[in-house]
């Protein structure tokens, strides 16, 4: 049994060496340097010969590094994982009634959008509590199936993709960008999976991605969507599959920077040992901050399950009975204090709880994260909360 202690008001010695815990955008890879983004073709069009090679580049060992299948689409596509999302529900959705799972605020967000932009008519929407799943048993595969693999803002993910129906009639439709890298997905039950840059991989924000299967692109070339499609979700053309999108001729321009920094964070993946080995090192820094919980009687995972809990957007509680007594806005002004403390210390920054979120901690533990800088950090936020309680 570990041994429960109790949170120290005494400053510690040690720092974390990279105090960057932010959700998102993520911190960078480790030995990252601004002179990696040297050779970036600045000044120069996405549609020049070399820039297309970078595009492709970028592609390419997106799908090596992932070992996404041979016969699904890679595509960069504009606005970070939201815009790839929103390209895949205005182009595929309609075809059938659409079950959405929402445990966090991401999903909460794609049944508004559906509901209420897109006015669909038959929707079953499958929602739990911050911290808990939606029960799974309850989706219908002869339905289109949206969900987030990973809750960002409630550290809840799917376990596994053993409840995804092989014999679907509908789509699954994936937002993955808080998981990819980090968890182990199974394409094969995946029709469309969309995610950025600026997670797992520490990338520049601004670009998605787009992963399609092919019954994915059967569905985008037999179903036409009765409504109007701006020019960036527009994933057709007379009828066919733009394959110029997962080709290298991009909607709109990228930025040749953030081109080069994901080529610079795809190739340092591969050289840790791919994608076993960025699942290792999120894995290994999740259990830094388990073991502390386990030992620390102040607070809990928000994450009821185990087996439930993300690896990377790890999201806590504070159970100590002193701040549980108070009300739920001081509960919440007693946490932002605490995120605060750390951050004016130096040693976190960013690591407050998701505003649609319970109070708490949201600590990000993804693959670009180094052990070491978690284990230096656990007592300092000891420190923060005993200092903050000592006020009360």
Avoid at 34 to 46: C, T
Avoid at 55 to 71: F, G, N, V
Avoid at 334 to 341: D, E, G, I, Q, T
Wanted: charged share 25%; aromatic share 8%; glycine share 8%.
């Amino acid at each position: 049994m570990t041994d429960i202690k109790v949170a120290n008001a005494t400053k510690p010695d040690m720092c974390p060496a990279n105090p960057n815990f932010s959700s998102g955008p993520c911190t960078k890879r480790p030995g990252w340097h601004v002179g990696v983004l040297e050779n970036a073709l600045v000044g120069r069009s996405h549609r020049s010969k070399p820039g297309k090679a970078r595009i492709k580049q970028a592609m390419d060992l997106t799908r090596q590094l992932l070992e996404i299948p041979d016969d699904y689409l890679v595509g960069i596509v504009p606005a970070s994982d939201t815009g790839a999302m929103e390209m895949a529900m205005w182009s595929l959705l309609g075809a059938r009634g659409v079950d959405v799972l929402a445990w966090e605020s991401f999903g909460a967000g794609w049944v508004t959008d559906i509901q209420k932009q897109l006015k669909l008519d038959d929707v079953r929407v499958l929602k739990s509590v911050y911290g808990q799943l939606p029960d799974l048993e309850k989706i219908d595969f002869d339905r289109d199936v949206i969900f987030t693999w990973n809750g960002t803002t409630s550290g809840v993910r799917v376990p596994d993709a053993n409840w995804i129906d092989s014999e679907r009639q509908g789509l699954t439709i994936c937002d993955a960008t808080s998981a990819v890298y980090a968890q182990d997905l199974d394409f094969s039950k995946l029709d469309v999976t969309t995610f950025s840059w600026q997670k797992v991989l520490g990338g520049e924000a601004a670009h998605g991605m787009l992963i399609l299967s092919p019954r994915a692109v059967e569905r985008l070339e037999s179903f036409t969507p009765d409504r109007a499609l701006p020019k960036i979700f527009r994933l057709t053309k007379n009828g066919k599959l733009n394959r110029g999108i997962f080709d290298v001729a991009t909607i709109n321009t990228v930025s040749m920077l953030a081109v080069e920094d994901v080529i610079d964070a795809l190739e340092w993946g591969l050289s840790i040992g791919g994608l076993k080995g960025m699942q290792a090192r999120a894995d290994a820094n999740e259990k830094v901050i388990a073991d502390w919980v386990q030992a620390t009687e102040w607070v809990e995972f928000l994450a009821k399950v185990p087996e439930q809990r993300s690896n990377t957007s790890v999201c806590l509680t504070i159970a100590d009975p002193a701040v549980l007594a108070l009300p739920l806005d001081e509960q919440s002004a007693f946490a932002k204090r605490l995120v605060s403390r750390l951050d004016e210390a130096g040693v976190a920054y960013d690591i407050g709880a998701y505003r649609d979120a319970p109070s708490g901690l949201r600590i990000w533990c993804g693959s670009t994260v180094e052990a070491d800088d978690l284990k230096a950090l656990t007592p300092w936020l000891d420190w923060a909360f005993a200092s903050e309680k000592s006020s009360l």
